[in-house]
C-alpha cells in the first residue's frame, strides 16, 4: 500500500521553491508514494503541471494575516485523505501545517526550509523554533541553512541538511557563447539586489561597451530597475525580458551567468547555468558557495559591492578559455552532487525514516 504524501506550500507561483514541487511530482517513486499539493494561496502558474503529472492540487485562495482556525480545517482534510506524511515547505506552510498534522495525528512531518530569509522577525523565528518541535525532520537545503536553523533555536537532532537538485537531462551543455550576453534569471526584489548588478554594469561597460545584461522575471521591483536602467544610460546594454519559461533555450545563447543576491538558498537557477555550462559570478551569500567553487566553476564576490562584482564580470569576459573551462567543470559538479533524482530519493528515505544519521562538523547538521 503507497504512503500519501501531503505537500503544504505557500504559493504555486513560478518561483525555485515552488518549480522544486513540479521536480517531486516528475520523480516521486509511484509505486511506493501517493502525493498531494495544498497551496495556502491560489493555484498559481504550476498548478497545471503538478495536475499534468496526475496528482491532485487544491488551492485554498486564503490571503495573509493570521488564520487561527486553519489549523483545524487543514486537520479535517488531512483525515478525510489518510495522510500519512506532511511535508511543508517555508515557515507559513509549517506554522499551521504542522498543528494540523498533530491534531490530525498525521504519523510523519517533514519540513523543507528553502532559504536564509532576510525579513524575519523575532516572533516569527520563535515560533518556527517551537514549531520544528511538530516535526521529524527539519531540512535545510544549504548547510549555511541549517547552521542558521540551529542558531535559531530548531532542535539539533531534527536538523538534516540536504542540497536541492535540477534535472540535468533537461539541460543540454553548450558552453559559454563567447558573444553572448550576461544572463540573470530571479524575481525582481531586494533579495537579489539587482541595483548593485546594474551599478556593476555600469563600471563594466567603460571599459567594454559590448557588453550586456539580460534580465530574466518579473516582481514588485521591476518599474524601479528600469528608471535606474535610464538613470545609468544602460539602454543600449539592458534588457528585461520578463518571465522566461524555456530557461534552457535563454541559458544556451548566454556567455555567463550572474546573481547578485544578498541572501540566498541553493538556487536553482545557479546549477541550470552550470548544467548548461556556463561559468557563474555570484555573490557569497547563503548557499551559493556550495554550489559554486570559486576560481573552479565560477567567481565569488562580496554581496553589494559592484566594484568587486564588475572585476569578475570583466574577467570572465575578457578570458573566454577560463569561461569554458569553468563551464565544463560547473556541468560536472551539478551531475555528481546536485542530480535532482538523487534528491528526491534522498527525500524520501526521509519519508519512512531509514536514513541514517551522522553528525557533520561542530554538530551544525545531520546530511541525508
Same mark, same amino acid.
Given at each position: 500500500?503507497?504512503?500519501?504524501?501531503?505537500?503544504?506550500?505557500?504559493?504555486?507561483?513560478?518561483?525555485?521553491?515552488?518549480?522544486?514541487?513540479?521536480?517531486?511530482?516528475?520523480?516521486?517513486?509511484?509505486?511506493?508514494?501517493?502525493?498531494?499539493?495544498?497551496?495556502?494561496?491560489?493555484?498559481?502558474?504550476?498548478?497545471?503541471?503538478?495536475?499534468?503529472?496526475?496528482?491532485?492540487?487544491?488551492?485554498?485562495?486564503?490571503?495573509?494575516?493570521? %488564520? +487561527?482556525? =486553519?489549523?483545524?480545517?487543514? @486537520?479535517?482534510? !488531512?483525515? $478525510?485523505?489518510?495522510?500519512? /506524511?506532511?511535508?511543508? &515547505?517555508?515557515? %507559513? +506552510?509549517? =506554522?499551521?501545517?504542522?498543528? @494540523?498534522?498533530? !491534531?490530525? $495525528?498525521?504519523?510523519?512531518? /517533514?519540513?523543507?526550509? &528553502?532559504?536564509?530569509?532576510?525579513?524575519?522577525?523575532?516572533?516569527?523565528?520563535?515560533?518556527?523554533?517551537?514549531?520544528?518541535?511538530?516535526?521529524?525532520?527539519?531540512?535545510?537545503?544549504?548547510?549555511?541553512?541549517?547552521?542558521?536553523?540551529?542558531?535559531?533555536?530548531?532542535?539539533?537532532?531534527?536538523?538534516?541538511?540536504?542540497?536541492?537538485?535540477?534535472?540535468?537531462?533537461?539541460?543540454?551543455?553548450?558552453?559559454?557563447?563567447?558573444?553572448?550576453?550576461?544572463?540573470?534569471?530571479?524575481?525582481?526584489?531586494?533579495?537579489?539586489?539587482?541595483?548593485?548588478?546594474?551599478?556593476?554594469?555600469?563600471?563594466?561597460?567603460?571599459?567594454?561597451?559590448?557588453?550586456?545584461?539580460?534580465?530574466?522575471?518579473?516582481?514588485?521591483?521591476?518599474?524601479?530597475?528600469?528608471?535606474?536602467?535610464?538613470?545609468?544610460?544602460?539602454?543600449?546594454?539592458?534588457?528585461?525580458?520578463?518571465?522566461?519559461?524555456?530557461?534552457?533555450?535563454?541559458?544556451?545563447?548566454?556567455?555567463?551567468?550572474?546573481?547578485?543576491?544578498?541572501?540566498?538558498?541553493?538556487?536553482?537557477?545557479?546549477?541550470?547555468?552550470?548544467?548548461?555550462?556556463?561559468?557563474?559570478?555570484?555573490?557569497?551569500?547563503?548557499?551559493?558557495?556550495?554550489?559554486?567553487?570559486?576560481?573552479?566553476?565560477?567567481?565569488?564576490?562580496?554581496?553589494?559591492?559592484?566594484?568587486?562584482?564588475?572585476?569578475?564580470?570583466?574577467?570572465?569576459?575578457?578570458?573566454?578559455?577560463?569561461?569554458?573551462?569553468?563551464?565544463?567543470?560547473?556541468?560536472?559538479?551539478?551531475?555528481?552532487?546536485?542530480?535532482?533524482?538523487?534528491?528526491?530519493?534522498?527525500?524520501?528515505?526521509?519519508?519512512?525514516?531509514?536514513?541514517?544519521?551522522?553528525?557533520?562538523?561542530?554538530?551544525?547538521?545531520?546530511?541525508?
Amino acid at each position: 500500500m503507497r504512503l500519501r504524501v501531503i505537500h503544504l506550500t505557500g504559493c504555486l507561483d513560478l518561483g525555485g521553491q515552488e518549480k522544486l514541487l513540479v521536480e517531486f511530482a516528475k520523480h516521486a517513486d509511484r509505486d511506493r508514494y501517493d502525493l498531494r499539493f495544498v497551496s495556502l494561496g491560489t493555484r498559481g502558474v504550476l498548478a497545471a503541471e503538478l495536475e499534468a503529472q496526475g496528482w491532485p492540487v487544491t488551492a485554498l485562495g486564503l490571503g495573509t494575516g493570521l %488564520r +487561527p482556525r =486553519l489549523p483545524l480545517q487543514l @486537520a479535517k482534510m !488531512l483525515r $478525510r485523505w489518510h495522510a500519512d /506524511i506532511v511535508h511543508t &515547505h517555508n515557515e %507559513r +506552510p509549517l =506554522l499551521y501545517g504542522g498543528a @494540523a498534522a498533530c !491534531l490530525a $495525528r498525521v504519523p510523519r512531518v /517533514i519540513h523543507t526550509k &528553502h532559504g536564509r530569509g532576510t525579513y524575519n522577525s523575532r516572533r516569527q523565528v520563535f515560533l518556527t523554533a517551537l514549531a520544528a518541535r511538530l516535526t521529524n525532520r527539519f531540512v535545510c537545503v544549504s548547510d549555511d541553512c541549517a547552521s542558521l536553523a540551529l542558531a535559531q533555536g530548531v532542535p539539533v537532532e531534527r536538523i538534516t541538511a540536504l542540497h536541492n537538485g535540477i534535472d540535468t537531462a533537461c539541460f543540454t551543455f553548450m558552453g559559454p557563447c563567447v558573444d553572448g550576453p550576461a544572463v540573470i534569471v530571479a524575481r525582481l526584489c531586494a533579495d537579489k539586489d539587482l541595483a548593485t548588478l546594474l551599478q556593476a554594469v555600469k563600471l563594466v561597460v567603460r571599459t567594454e561597451p559590448t557588453f550586456r545584461l539580460q534580465i530574466a522575471g518579473d516582481g514588485p521591483l521591476r518599474a524601479d530597475l528600469i528608471r535606474l536602467v535610464e538613470h545609468l544610460d544602460l539602454a543600449k546594454q539592458v534588457q528585461f525580458l520578463g518571465v522566461i519559461r524555456d530557461v534552457p533555450a535563454l541559458l544556451r545563447q548566454a556567455s555567463m551567468y550572474v546573481l547578485s543576491s544578498i541572501s540566498e538558498g541553493v538556487s536553482l537557477t545557479i546549477l541550470e547555468a552550470m548544467a548548461c555550462g556556463l561559468p557563474v559570478v555570484a555573490t557569497n551569500v547563503g548557499g551559493t558557495p556550495e554550489a559554486v567553487a570559486d576560481g573552479a566553476t565560477g567567481v565569488l564576490v562580496a554581496p553589494r559591492n559592484p566594484e568587486s562584482l564588475a572585476l569578475a564580470l570583466l574577467r570572465l569576459y575578457r578570458d573566454p578559455v577560463a569561461a569554458r573551462r569553468m563551464g565544463e567543470a560547473g556541468r560536472l559538479r551539478v551531475q555528481e552532487h546536485f542530480d535532482v533524482r538523487k534528491m528526491v530519493a534522498r527525500y524520501e528515505r526521509l519519508y519512512d525514516g531509514s536514513t541514517v544519521q551522522a553528525a557533520r562538523g561542530h554538530a551544525v547538521a545531520i546530511r541525508a
